[in-house]
């Protein structure tokens, strides 16, 4: 049997990796599109603060570690999917044909429609050519403008802030963060982040870029603000989210919403064909609802998931429990995270929450519950246990009393995962 893997990011390399367990003498294709060994781009902002070379963002350093394991690899964009044939025409003009298809294809970097965003200075980061052009202008001392600041965004200002930058970070939402922080824990990271000296304007937006030597600058780009404020800069970086690289599923019966849809076997609308990583979009642990969660930890367990359906012939025995939310954040020395549904639940649908704020200490805790399951948290300060959340969140432990516990206490959640999540093993014993 022939599996042909689209896709060698972290979902790609770790499918590949579990088909060789569990089909030793399956022939396995995987075919990345940059010229570059398979790589995390989790590891750029890391580069970009020389604390590795590009060797060091690499997920196998083994030179030899694909070829011992017989997986062969190529080079290509996917531009073409015929379902009924089985094949897949790449960017070079050739076929590869497939009895089973892995679609770990993964996000590419949104550019706003904002005039001037092609101009030379402006860069995303998000490959590692991304990060070579930003080394060569992010210089001490050069200005930068980032625009957005949510969880891309905040891992891309700390590798610039430890490059010596002038930064100014522009987001259009209220808060830093705003699609993984509370209202109160995006604005005490930016109270954090302005005190470390760096820029942050939010409720605005890049309206414009212009060459600087156009309107009477020295500087090579003038960005304008929604505010009116004009800005001069060296460089301007564009972290604005992502969107899942889907294009040449167009006219395929393969269902894309956001993502590529897939059930709880990670397989697509189509028979054979599979999807994992950040184009999967694969049910919620709570509602059921289908949503692309782009982060490594689900990428390489829905591979997982993925690649031992896939060689089997038609019994499905791995199953995704759901899709779980999961967000940590290193911004300038403060740890922040959310889990599950960080935003709540409605009363009327059983919600309820506690907020515990320490703004002196920059210490934050929220607690949200469906009846008496916690279904979401958000925390900032606070990186001890803080896994029992995501215990608690995903084992969907009902908390009986300890919930009124946590309400009056919210910091009693570790004696509260204690307590709720291990007693189903103590009865049993």
């Given amino acids: 049997m022939k599996h042909l893997i689209l896709g060698n990011g972290p979902a790609g390399v770790v499918a590949a990796e579990t088909l060789r367990k569990v089909a030793p003498a399956d022939d396995i294709l995987m075919v990345g599109y940059e010229d570059a060994p398979p790589y995390s781009r989790m590891a750029i902002p890391y580069l970009l603060e020389e604390n590795i070379d590009e060797a060091g963002t690499y997920l196998r350093k083994d030179p030899g570690h694909f070829e011992r394991l017989r997986i062969r690899q190529l080079r290509g964009r996917a531009v073409a999917l015929d379902t009924v044939k089985r094949k897949v025409l790449f960017d070079d003009g050739h076929f590869e044909h497939y009895d089973r298809l892995l679609i770990a294809t993964g996000s590419h970097p949104v550019r706003p429609p904002i005039p001037g965003v092609d101009l030379p200075e402006v860069q995303t ?89 156009d309107v009477g600058s020295d500087a090579p780009l003038v960005a304008g603000l929604s505010t009116g404020d004009r800005l001069e800069c060296d460089l301007l970086i564009v972290a604005a989210g992502v969107a899942p690289n889907v294009g040449f599923l167009d006219a395929t019966p393969v269902h894309v919403a956001k993502g590529v849809l897939v059930n709880d076997h990670m397989e697509t609308s189509v028979p054979g064909i599979f999807a994992a990583g950040d184009v999967a979009e694969a049910p919620d642990l709570f509602t059921g609802a289908h949503l692309v969660s782009a982060i490594q930890p689900n990428a390489a367990d829905q591979a997982r998931i993925a690649a031992t359906n896939m060689a089997r012939d038609s019994v499905h025995e791995s199953r995704l429990n759901g899709v779980l939310a999961i967000n940590v954040l290193d911004t300038l020395g403060l740890i922040s995270s959310s889990f599950g549904q960080w935003w709540g639940e409605k009363a009327e649908a059983g919600g309820s929450g506690v907020e515990m704020v320490d703004e002196g200490r920059y210490r934050y805790l929220s ?24 215990g608690l969140i995903h084992g969907q432990v009902r908390l009986g009393d300890w919930k009124e516990r946590l309400l009056a206490n919210p910091l009693a959640f570790v004696d509260a995962y204690v307590a709720r999540s291990q007693q189903p093993m103590a009865l049993a014993r």
């Fill in 125 to 213: 980061c998000w490959t590692l050519a991304d990060a070579r052009a930003i080394a060569a202008l992010a210089k001490p001392g050069a200005r930068v403008l980032q625009l957005g600041a949510g969880f891309i965004g905040c891992i891309i200002m700390e590798a610039l802030a430890k490059r010596g930058v002038q930064l100014t970070v522009v987001e259009m939402g209220d808060r830093m963060v705003p699609r993984m922080m509370t209202p109160k824990a995006g604005g005490m990271i930016k109270r954090w982040v302005e005190d470390k000296g760096i820029r942050v304007v939010t409720s605005a937006g890049v309206e414009r870029i212009e060459r600087g030597s």
């Fill in 367 to 390: 607690l949200q519950f469906k009846d008496d399951v916690l279904v979401g948290a958000t925390s900032i300060g606070l990186t001890q246990h803080v896994g029992a959340l995501r």
